[in-house]
């Protein structure tokens, strides 16, 4: 692929890129924070499993006869 072609289509994708992040700041502005029920049992479940993630494992004990 030539050089010019390329930067072209990079420059083309940088525009729609720019295009949809404004699209997407305009509606975020219309969004209500994040305070629900759902994520803070989301982040409950996030807490406890970073607790059993780093709870030591309980190693039977091996009896050599």
């Not at 010019?4 to 525009?15: N, S, Y």
């Not at 729609?16 to 924070?33: I, V, Y």
């Not at 629900?36 to 039977?60: H, I, M, Q, Y």
Request: glycine letters at 4%.
């Amino acid at each position: 692929m030539h050089a010019d072609i390329h930067l072209t289509l990079h420059a083309l994708r940088a525009t729609e890129l720019h295009r949809e992040a404004a699209e997407f700041r305009e509606t975020a502005g219309h969004r209500r924070p994040r305070t629900d029920l759902r994520t803070r049992l989301g982040w409950s479940l996030v807490e406890l499993g970073l607790r059993l993630v780093n709870r030591p494992v309980a190693r039977p004990r091996t009896h050599l006869a």
